[in-house]
Structures are given as structure tokens and as C-alpha cells.
């Protein structure tokens, strides 16, 4: 049988403690930096998201913006606030800085529909068109039922120039679908420019029929009394 003769004794190291100090409390200082750093950034955060969602909801979205310019948005979790943030910046006309946040919240949730929405509509505002058909196709995987798919594809095709009577089959497939005066109404529109007037007629007169008041159907009254 092998026995070790060793045995702990108590025996404190003034030497060893000053070597293990020397060393750990700088750990120690750079600890408590880190979690200070972390709970200010904390309150800093939650201040500014305040004070951007008063703003937001008093429509001042230019003042917004310059709050939420000081803000590294990359450090932010919360999907909604990145949203408004983005929404705030597309109010503001300053489209890479609203793709750029709603990225962010794109890259953290895996059923980013109205954000695959609204980040193709913002590459199709600074003209990538790589970009903008890369987050349709994310759209129609995300919700293939979804009628709005119709809308991102006449967007994309009416900023790339396409012909009229691409436009023109496009609303026509989601007017199938879909009761919607806005888009009618566009329709409309290109049935008058490509000269087709019976079928601009019609659907002018199936906009003043079904909903009967609103801005389209003023503009839908005014299109038809031209011809």
C-alpha cells in the first residue's frame, strides 16, 4: 500500500497574497466598470426610449430622430422599439439610417413579416434593387397567404420601370383578391394612360359603388368625368 506523508497545514502567505492582489484587483475594477457601464447604459437607454415614443406620439419625428442619434441601437433587444426607431427615421427621409435599425431587429426574430415588408420598401427607396428582391422572397416564404405580396411586387416593378402592362397584371391578380380603393384606383389609372377607358370606367365605378366616400372615391369620380 502507498501513502503520501503530506498533510494541509494552515499557514497563510503574505507573499503569495500580495502576487494573487497584484493580479486580481485589476479583474476586480474592470468587473465593476463592466457592470456599471452596463446598468448606466441601462438607464441612458430606457431615458431615450421615453423620450422618443412622447415625441413619436406628438409627431415630432425630426427631434426623435436626432434622440435616437445618440443612441448604438445594435445594443437593443426590444423588436418593437427598433420598429418605431426605424419608422422614425423612414418619416425623416433618412432611409439608410431606417434600414440599418430595422436590420438589427430583422437578424433577431425569425417571423419578421411586416419587417421583411417594410425593409423591401426602404431598399426600394435607395434604389437596391438586389436587396429589395431578396426581402420580397423572404416575404412570400414568411407568409405565402399574405395579398400584400401583390403590392411589393408592383412596387418593385413600377421602380424598376417596367411596362404598364406588367403593372397592369400585376393589380389586376390582386384586385382578385383583395377590396382595396387605393390600389383600384391605380388600376384605374393605368387602364387610362394605356387608353383602356371601358375597363377604367368600370373600375371607377366599382370604387364609388363599394365604398361609397373617402379620398378614392372622389379621385375615382374625378377620373371617370374625363372620359
Do not use: H
Not at 189 to 199: F, G, M, N, P, S
Request: glycine share 4%.
Amino acid at each position: 500500500c502507498f501513502t503520501v506523508k503530506w498533510r494541509p497545514r494552515l499557514v497563510f502567505s503574505f507573499g503569495r497574497l500580495k502576487v494573487l492582489y497584484s493580479y486580481g484587483w485589476k479583474i476586480f475594477v474592470a468587473s465593476m466598470i463592466k457592470v456599471l457601464y452596463n446598468d448606466l447604459r441601462t438607464v441612458v437607454i430606457g431615458k431615450a426610449d421615453d423620450e422618443i415614443k412622447k415625441l413619436y406620439n406628438k409627431r415630432d419625428y425630426a427631434t426623435a430622430a436626432k434622440v435616437a442619434d445618440s443612441i448604438d441601437w445594435r445594443r437593443v433587444k426590444n423588436i418593437s422599439m427598433l420598429s418605431l426607431v426605424g419608422d422614425i427615421y423612414d418619416r425623416c427621409k433618412e432611409y439608410e439610417k431606417a434600414r440599418n435599425v430595422l436590420l438589427i431587429a430583422y437578424d433577431r426574430t425569425s417571423t419578421g413579416r411586416q419587417l421583411a415588408y417594410k425593409l423591401t420598401i426602404l431598399s426600394l427607396r435607395l434604389k437596391d434593387f438586389v436587396e429589395a428582391d431578396e426581402f420580397y422572397q423572404d416575404f412570400i416564404e414568411i407568409a405565402p397567404e399574405d395579398t400584400t405580396q401583390y403590392i411589393l411586387k408592383y412596387r418593385i416593378a413600377k421602380t424598376k420601370g417596367e411596362d404598364n402592362d406588367v403593372l397592369i397584371q400585376i393589380l389586376e391578380a390582386y384586385v382578385d383578391v383583395e377590396m382595396d380603393e387605393r390600389w383600384q384606383y391605380e388600376l384605374a389609372k393605368l387602364y387610362a394612360e394605356t387608353d383602356q377607358i371601358r375597363k377604367c370606367v368600370d373600375m371607377c365605378d366599382q370604387i364609388i359603388l363599394w365604398f361609397s366616400e373617402g379620398k378614392y372615391v372622389e379621385k375615382a369620380m374625378e377620373l371617370k368625368m374625363k372620359f
